[in-house]
Structures are given as C-alpha cells and as structure tokens.
Nanobody, 120 residues
C-alpha cells in the first residue's frame, strides 16, 4: 500500500509560481509512474502531468504545456510539479497519484490533495 502526501499549495497572484511536492511511502517509489491531477469546484478531475518510473518520459496536459514541469527524485521518494505563469483558471485542488503501468490512464493510489488558489 502506497501513501501519498501532497504539499506546497497556497495562495498566489496571477503570474506567480508554486512548486508542489508529493512524498510517497509504503512502496517502492521507483517502480511507480506518477501523475498530477486537479479538480476545480463544479468540474471533473482533470489530468495535469505524468512522469515515468525513471523520469525520462513525461506528459503534460494541453492547458499547462509551457508553464508546468513535472519531475521526480527517486532517492527522496518525491515527485514535483513546478507551476509557473499561474492563471486564475489553475485554481483547484491538486492531487498526486501513483500507477504501476506506463503509459497509463489508470492510477492505483491517490493523495489527499493540496489547494492551489490563484488570484487575479
């Protein structure tokens, strides 16, 4: 059983930056692909970014390409989401997730989420 804990969310002005972290425990982190998702009020959860086990392959959602970067540090059991040029429409609860397959749309474990609020 893998536990995931997100951190780094908060309130930021439009144009600013945040870096989210997701710390994993209870499993072999390097054997899981990792993803970030977000859910805004009244909307369905949406894919943001994903990274392969080794970190040599990444995917980004169209709405965040050129602004967000996903990375991981397997020695620290942590995946990151660097968010630059933030927009009010990026406001959401951000979740990290772990998957045993790659590439995949099915994730096995989820964190509790961290709130990101971007003010205009």
């Amino acid at each position: 059983q893998v536990q995931l804990v997100e951190s780094g969310g908060g309130l930021v002005q439009a144009g600013g930056s945040l870096r989210l972290s997701c710390a994993a425990s209870g499993g072999t982190f390097s054997s899981y692909a990792m993803g970030w998702f977000r859910q805004a009020p009244g909307l369905e959860r949406a894919f943001v970014a994903a990274i392969s086990w080794s970190g040599d392959s990444t995917y980004l959602g169209d709405s965040v390409k050129g602004r967000f970067t996903i990375s991981r540090d397997n020695a620290k059991n942590t995946v990151y989401l660097q968010m630059n040029s933030l927009k009010p429409e990026d406001t959401a609860v951000y979740y990290c997730a772990a998957a045993s397959g790659w590439p995949t749309r099915e994730y096995d474990y989820w964190g509790q989420g961290t709130q990101v609020t971007v003010s205009s």
